[in-house]
């Protein structure tokens, strides 16, 4: 479980975009923390010492991580940098983040960011004391120009810059000269609230969602908020908070490239199935000169939150307001962020041996993909060019079925060799198919799998007959819609789907007259299935 507990309003900076300004000046009493603490599940747990103030000014800081440490569980901070003892960080906590908007001194002044050289000074003792990989610089976007800094952090090694967007929530927005109100296109999805392993403490210990414990005015209960989004009614305190905007729906980089170029990307889109990820995802970290990336496509698990956590070397990008899991988009995010060339595409629930990499990559061979088997598609492992050449995994698909396959199909059909690794190669976790489907709107695989199904045969003939790898992505759009649209019309009865093929033709048309073709795809029912009786294997 990931705790972010507000130990402090009282801060050394007067930032123009802090909340904390208006709150009350006061400092969380020890007492309500070791309250906290009692009270949560058995554990380790990621607690993080945070606040609208400044964390280590609070006269308390360091008993309270001394605590989480004597109590087995992982201290955490964000710090504004200006008053750290390096090496006693460096002792007490595995990770810590730093603010940093710019390297402009005039302009950290302007902005209420005061003593910028005695930062960027206490930034190069931590990463003396601790390395690049356990510091992380977290910045607020504000319009400025951001690439010196992003220069800046990888000139150091750092591994983790978190680049976060101005909220633009009413409550904050009235701080802000010039921020003008956002278009109101709510999803009635927050995180926040769908969140089972996050809590977020006010300076009472009061148990609030998100930026609540700024304000909380307006706020009645967690479970109403809940019922108040599920009705698609927005509560009066949310209107404008980014989280909920589709307009933010968006990835952003949680965990950026590593220092050397790896061998193999292990890509891992997540949808909750957190059971899953941390038993399979301890045997991708161990693999030598390899990277993982974590795409949490909206995990109300907090599943990035939790791998970014427990295995600092992990990149997890996180995918916001995307209620409906779109796998074929969830890998197309993680490869665009990849840097190996080759790419291996995972599911959750696929395990592997601790020596798999170094077995893999004698068979890595230009021209060739290489499948785990040829029940599970969405195992592959492929060259980036391919990846790059065949246009990635086609987003047009949705719900469950189909996607891997039709990848596989087009990676061959531009001439590449499948090839089938040892079976001693992976195992599969089980689950039943709840887990595959919780996240699409049509919850029946088999009827997925149909509309799915019809769409990639159609899209296959047609690249086919045509002679290329793939129509354009508006004419996919179009055929899959139309292929949705007749089978759950015609659930029970035949589907019968006309496809019109281009105009052109191989020869020349006679004078005032036109060759159309049509291709007819029928789904009907089969007389002679005969289900198989309850119990048997």
């Keep these: 479980m990931f705790l972010h507990v507000e130990i402090s309003t009282h801060c050394n900076f007067t930032c123009f975009y802090c909340a904390g300004r208006e709150m009350k000046q006061r400092y969380m009493s020890l007492d309500d923390f070791v309250n906290i603490l009692d009270k949560l599940p058995?554990?380790?747990?990621?607690v993080c010492l945070q606040g609208e103030g400044e964390p280590t000014i609070h006269p308390d800081f360091w008993a309270m991580a001394e605590l989480l440490q004597l109590r087995k569980h992982t201290p955490y901070t964000i710090t504004n940098g200006s008053c750290i003892d390096a090496e006693r960080i460096a002792a007490t906590f595995p990770r810590i983040a730093v603010s940093l908007d710019t390297l402009d001194p005039i302009e950290a002044d302007r902005i209420g960011r005061k003593n910028l050289p005695k930062v960027l000074r206490n930034i190069d003792r931590l990463l003396e004391h601790m390395g690049p990989r356990r510091v992380i610089i977290a910045s607020v976007d504000y319009g400025?120009?951001?690439?010196?800094?992003?220069a800046y952090v990888q000139s150091k090694g750092i591994t983790e810059h978190m680049v976060q967007p101005l909220q633009v929530k009413d409550h904050y927005r009235k701080n802000y000269e010039n921020v003008p109100a956002p278009v109101e296109n709510y999803t009635y999805q927050c995180r926040?609230?769908?969140?089972?392993?996050?809590?977020?403490?006010?300076l009472d210990g009061h148990v609030y969602p998100c930026c609540y414990i700024k304000n909380p005015a307006g706020f009645i209960s967690i479970d109403n908020l809940r019922a108040t989004m599920q009705r698609r009614e927005l509560p009066e305190c949310c209107r404008g908070c980014r989280e909920i905007l589709a307009d933010t729906k968006q990835a952003y980089l949680i965990c950026s490239a590593t220092p050397t170029r790896p061998t193999i990307s292990f890509i891992v889109p997540v949808k909750s199935r957190i059971a899953q990820l941390k038993r399979s995802l301890p045997t991708l970290v161990e693999q030598p000169n390899c990277e993982v990336i974590i795409v949490d496509f909206d995990c109300p698990q907090g599943s990035g939150e939790w791998a970014a956590h427990a295995f600092p070397n992990t990149h997890v990008i996180k995918v916001r307001n995307a209620p409906m899991l779109n796998l074929a988009q969830a890998r197309n995010v993680g490869a665009r962020h990849a840097s190996a060339q080759w790419f291996c595409f995972l599911d959750v629930d696929a395990v592997l041996p601790h020596d798999f990499s170094q077995s893999i990559v004698p068979r890595l061979i230009s021209g060739t993909f290489s499948l785990f088997s040829t029940d599970t598609p969405g195992l592959v492992i492929c060259d980036r060019d391919d990846f790059n050449l065949v246009g990635g995994y086609d987003e047009t698909?949705?719900?469950w079925g189909c996607e891997d396959n039709d990848l596989v199909a087009r990676l061959q059909f531009a001439g590449r060799q499948g090839r089938l690794l040892p079976e001693t190669q992976y195992s599969l976790l089980e689950h039943d198919d709840s887990a595959r489907t919780q996240h699409y709107s049509i919850d029946d695989k088999w009827l997925s799998l149909r509309i799915n199904g019809m769409y990639f045969q159609i899209k296959t003939d047609i690249a086919r007959s045509l002679g290329i790898v793939s129509l354009p992505a508006n004419d996919l759009r179009q055929i899959y819609m139309e292929v949705k649209r007749v089978i759950l019309g015609a659930l029970t009865t035949t589907a019968e789907i006309r496809i019109n093929l281009p105009l052109q033709v191989g020869f020349r048309q006679p004078p005032g007259w036109l060759l159309k073709r049509e291709w007819i795809y029928r789904f009907e029912p089969n007389m002679n299935f005969q289900a198989v009786p309850s119990g048997s294997q």
Excluded: A, C
């Excluded at 058995?42 to 990621?46: A, C, F, L, P, Q």
């Excluded at 400025?144 to 992003?150: G, T």
């Excluded at 926040?192 to 006010?202: G, N, V």
């Design 42 to 46: 058995t554990g380790n747990h990621v």
């Design 397 to 399: 698909f949705e719900g």
């Design 144 to 150: 400025q120009p951001l690439d010196e800094l992003k």
């Design 192 to 202: 926040y609230l769908e969140q089972d392993l996050q809590r977020t403490y006010d």
